[in-house]
Each structure stands twice: as structure tokens, then as C-alpha cells.
């Protein structure tokens, strides 16, 4: 599996964006299919999964209610919708993802692909 991520870019604070990742190479139903981000001098921290075939959601708690994942089987593409950004937003969002879906979902170590970053910039 390849994945391609694109969408960052920058924005004031309060703005949105739409990050994107597109997958290639086959996504069954099983995957699970996160972001995270990294900010400079910090580790790199979850952000948001999915299982691919429906049915789990998951996101960190300080995204909750500011930002969605969701994902289009036609076009294996998984979104980040990222609304009422702020500084502390400021990273390189990375997508993510691994065979199966798994409770330790939050885990580096448990993703088998990752996709190249895509920086976003939210200015005060």
C-alpha cells in the first residue's frame, strides 16, 4: 500500500482545510487508516482513525469536535476535514495505515504504511 497525502498549506487561526490521502496498491474493509501530526521538536502524536469498512471512529481529544475523518472507497481517498484551527494545529500531518484494525489504534509502532506529510501552518 502507497499513500500520497496532500491539502496542507496555510491558514489563520479560525480557518479550515481539507487534508487528503489517497491509497493505493488495496484497501479492504479490515484497514485502519489514521492521521497524525508532528510538530517541530515533538514526537508525533495521533490525530484521528477509521476502520476502512465502517463502524470505528476515533479521534484525539484535542481534535475532538474541530475535526472529522472520513473516507471515500471510490476513490480510496481517507480526508481530514480540520475546522476552527489554531497555532497549536501547526504540524506535518501524516496518513497512516495498517492491516486490521486494532484498540492500540493511537500507536506509532502499529501502522505498517505511511504517506509523506503534508505541513499545515495555522498563523495567529
Known amino acids: 500500500v502507497q499513500l500520497q497525502a496532500s491539502g496542507g498549506g496555510l491558514v489563520q487561526a479560525g480557518g479550515s482545510l481539507r487534508l487528503s490521502c489517497v491509497a493505493s496498491?488495496?484497501?479492504?474493509?479490515?484497514?485502519?487508516l489514521a492521521w497524525f501530526r508532528q510538530a517541530p521538536g515533538k514526537e508525533r502524536e495521533f490525530v484521528a482513525a477509521?476502520?476502512?469498512?465502517?463502524?470505528?471512529?476515533a479521534y484525539a481529544d484535542s481534535v475532538k469536535g474541530r475535526f472529522t475523518i472520513s473516507r471515500d472507497n471510490a476513490k480510496n481517498t481517507v480526508y481530514l476535514q480540520m475546522n476552527s484551527l489554531n497555532p497549536g494545529d501547526t504540524s506535518v500531518y501524516y496518513c497512516?495505515?495498517?492491516?486490521?484494525?486494532?484498540?492500540?489504534?493511537?500507536?506509532?509502532?502499529?501502522?505498517?504504511?505511511w504517506g509523506q506529510g503534508t505541513l499545515v501552518t495555522v498563523s495567529s
Open positions: 496498491g488495496g484497501i479492504f474493509s479490515d484497514y485502519a
Open positions: 477509521l476502520r476502512w469498512g465502517g463502524g470505528r471512529f
Open positions: 497512516a495505515a495498517r492491516f486490521l484494525w486494532t484498540t492500540n489504534f493511537r500507536s506509532t509502532t502499529e501502522y505498517d504504511f
